[in-house]
């Protein structure tokens, strides 16, 4: 168990699979209280029900980030189930769709730009309240090398994840004298379902891609959820406004 989170209440959007389900068996392995929030209502009790077989403290709250209602009662059931929030992974995300400039979507901008951007917005803006209370904490939002470098073919994504990364410099600011840090972490390409989409499931195209990393090869969950709970916690002190790029070397070339 990790000091730093004995007794923490941790707070995970998107942790239904892939990061985020790594993220919170890291969190409660190292001694945190883990409140998990995603749209798949079964996925979330399964990793509920995996952290307490494991002998952590978990619990589930089926939420839409891009509905503000919801993430007020996200933060509220957090705070009323175990008394307070110290940590928040805002990691809720999606790719959208795929595809040239020319052939984007108002649609696919909308609820790309909806998940990633206004729902990493809604929920610093109950999640600074609610850690206020406390004195403090530590927030990190999911930004990707997407929001570092261009990709093509992923404008609307790009442009999202983009948008994650100034908001993260900008609410950093704003806390920074009230005891939050706010960070983000940035990954290259990931073996989560999400890589899946990207690749078509294709896994010659898979495993291209993953050539395509001056390290060798694609990250793991694990990559990510070690750096998430680096920046959570106390030997990060002195860290906020930052992205932690986590890419094998992608972003260097």
Same mark, same amino acid.
């Given at each position: 168990?990790?000091?730093?989170?004995?007794?923490?209440?941790?707070?995970?959007?998107?942790?239904?699979?892939?990061?985020?389900?790594?993220? @919170?068996?890291?969190?409660?392995?190292? =001694?945190?209280?883990? $409140?998990?929030?995603?749209?798949?209502? #079964? +996925? !979330? /009790?399964?990793?509920?029900?995996?952290?307490?077989?494991?002998?952590?403290?978990?619990?589930?709250?089926?939420?839409?980030?891009?509905?503000?209602?919801?993430?007020?009662?996200?933060? @509220?059931?957090?705070?009323?189930?175990? =008394?307070?929030?110290? $940590?928040?992974?805002?990691?809720?995300? #999606? +790719? !959208? /769709?795929?595809?040239?400039?020319?052939?984007?979507?108002?649609?696919?901008?909308?609820?790309?730009?909806?998940?990633?951007?206004?729902?990493?917005?809604?929920?610093?803006?109950?999640?600074?309240?609610?850690?206020?209370?406390? =004195?403090?904490?530590?927030?990190?939002?999911?930004?990707?090398?997407?929001?570092?470098?261009?990709?093509?073919?992923?404008?609307?994504?790009?442009?999202?994840?983009?948008?994650?990364?100034?908001?993260?410099?900008?609410?950093?600011?704003?806390?920074?004298?009230?005891?939050?840090?706010?960070?983000?972490?940035?990954?290259?390409?990931?073996?989560?379902?999400?890589?899946?989409?990207?690749?078509?499931?294709?896994?010659?195209?898979?495993?291209?891609?993953?050539?395509?990393?001056?390290?060798?090869?694609?990250?793991?969950?694990?990559?990510?959820?070690?750096?998430?709970?680096?920046?959570?916690?106390?030997?990060?002190?002195?860290?906020?406004?930052?992205?932690?790029?986590?890419?094998?070397?992608?972003?260097?070339?």
């Amino acid at each position: 168990m990790n000091p730093s989170f004995q007794n923490k209440v941790v707070l995970i959007t998107g942790a239904t699979s892939g990061i985020g389900r790594t993220t @919170a068996l890291a969190f409660a392995a190292a =001694g945190a209280k883990v $409140v998990l929030s995603g749209r798949r209502q #079964t +996925e !979330g /009790e399964a990793v509920v029900a995996e952290i307490k077989a494991a002998g952590g403290t978990a619990a589930f709250l089926r939420t839409d980030v891009t509905d503000e209602a919801q993430v007020a009662a996200l933060i @509220a059931f957090t705070v009323s189930t175990y =008394g307070r929030l110290d $940590v928040a992974f805002n990691n809720a995300g #999606t +790719e !959208g /769709e795929l595809s040239p400039v020319t052939a984007a979507s108002v649609e696919n901008y909308r609820q790309t730009f909806d998940i990633n951007v206004l729902g990493t917005l809604l929920a610093l803006k109950h999640e600074i309240p609610a850690m206020l209370k406390n =004195g403090g904490g530590s927030i990190i939002n999911v930004s990707s090398i997407a929001g570092l470098i261009g990709l093509a073919g992923a404008s609307v994504y790009v442009g999202s994840k983009h948008a994650v990364l100034g908001i993260t410099k900008s609410v950093a600011l704003e806390v920074a004298k009230q005891g939050i840090r706010v960070n983000a972490v940035s990954p290259a390409a990931i073996d989560t379902g999400m890589l899946d989409r990207f690749t078509g499931n294709n896994p010659d195209t898979k495993a291209a891609f993953g050539g395509m990393h001056p390290i060798g090869r694609y990250g793991q969950p694990r990559e990510i959820a070690d750096a998430v709970l680096f920046l959570a916690s106390d030997q990060a002190s002195f860290i906020t406004g930052q992205s932690l790029t986590v890419d094998g070397g992608f972003t260097a070339q």
